[in-house]
């Protein structure tokens, strides 16, 4: 079976935020997502949950040129307000008109 190479974009993001980064994913052209609830600990050695509830696991397949533009308005919106990571795994697709 053919597959495609797209970017495996994941995001973790406080819950607070949830609602205002799917609608950012949205217009900067992400064609769908799936969240799911977790709880953990950064570099803070603080349990994000033990302020503002659990956070959201985000994982969308998209072109790198788009991962990278989403990277750069999370880069400039997020990093510096939200505890939020994200990062970039490769990804081999089956039907990747779906994705591209």
Known sequence: M???PVACLTIVAEAVVEARLLRDLETA???GWTVTS???????????????GANVRIETLLS?????RVLAMLSQEYFPRFAVVAWVTPAQVVRGDKFL
């Open 38 to 52: 977790g709880q953990g600990r950064g570099t803070s050695h603080i349990d994000a949950s033990d302020w503002e």
């Open 29 to 31: 052209g992400v064609r």
């Open 64 to 68: 790198t040129t788009a991962a990278d």
């Open 2 to 4: 053919r597959t495609v």
